[in-house]
């Protein structure tokens, strides 16, 4: 069974440019979360998506937006790129069952380079 | 909000040792789950082990055994006879049950296993 994945691996652009990273959930998974890993930061909780909507978002500013598609992929867009945003970013996929456990399991990441 | 603290910026053993690495959360949730991650160079964010908080019995994965400490807030990882392969980010990780706020990481311990 295929895991999550993520494109593109790599990814470079300037300063005021958008960025659009794609994952593409475990077959069977319903939840996205998105995470972003800079450096001195550690890994923050960007936004979760359940069954094609946005249900939660972490401390980040506007500018940081996706969507779910009916095939439960997802997009996350950048606008108004800072350098700050340079950073790995993690996909991670589940199946949302309410408030129990459900694992989180994470793609290999894109990592966003902002010159 | 809830806090996840890695005091060990980076530890390093000689193969065949057996290391502990320390972590401390702090939360005024009942329903939670705690999760050790472990990040290889090849960035794939992998599930070590999860304690269920509600779970008195601490949870052990073969060679990886955690010693969770609730009312200390305490959720540390033994890993036993350490392989050459254990070298990685470590990450300690909180998700209150159900995962809307996704998950609080702390900063990571980066391992490193010596020949």
């Known amino acids: 069974e295929a895991g999550v994945t993520q494109s593109p691996t790599h990814l470079i652009k300037t300063r005021g440019q958008q960025a659009t990273l794609r994952c593409s959930p475990i077959s069977g998974h319903t939840s996205v979360y998105w995470y972003q890993q800079a450096l001195g930061l550690g890994l923050q909780f960007l936004l979760w998506y359940d069954e094609g909507e946005e249900r939660n978002r972490g401390n980040f500013p506007p500018r940081f937006s996706g969507r779910q598609f009916p095939n439960y992929s997802s997009e996350l867009n950048v606008n108004a790129l800072e350098l700050e945003d340079s950073a790995l970013y993690l996909c991670?996929?589940?199946?949302?069952?309410?408030?129990?456990?459900?694992?989180?399991?994470f793609g290999p990441g894109t990592r966003l380079t902002v010159l | 909000a809830q806090t996840v603290t890695q005091s060990q910026p980076e530890m390093s053993v000689q193969e065949a040792e057996t290391v502990t690495l320390s972590c401390t959360y702090d939360?005024?949730?009942?329903?939670?789950?705690l999760f050790w991650y472990k990040q290889p160079p090849s960035r794939q964010m992998i599930l070590v082990i999860r304690q269920e908080a509600y779970k008195q019995q601490n949870a052990t994965e073969n060679r990886f055994s955690v010693n969770f400490q609730k009312a200390a807030k305490s959720f540390s990882l033994k890993i036993s006879d350490s392989q050459l392969g254990d070298t990685a980010m470590y990450f300690c990780?909180?998700?209150?049950?159900?995962?809307?706020?996704?998950?609080?990481f702390g900063k990571g311990t980066h391992l490193i296993i010596q020949p």
């Open positions: 990780a909180f998700m209150i049950g159900g995962g809307a706020d996704g998950l609080t």
């Open positions: 991670a996929s589940s199946l949302f069952r309410g408030r129990v456990y459900n694992e989180q399991f």
């Open positions: 939360t005024s949730e009942n329903n939670y789950y």
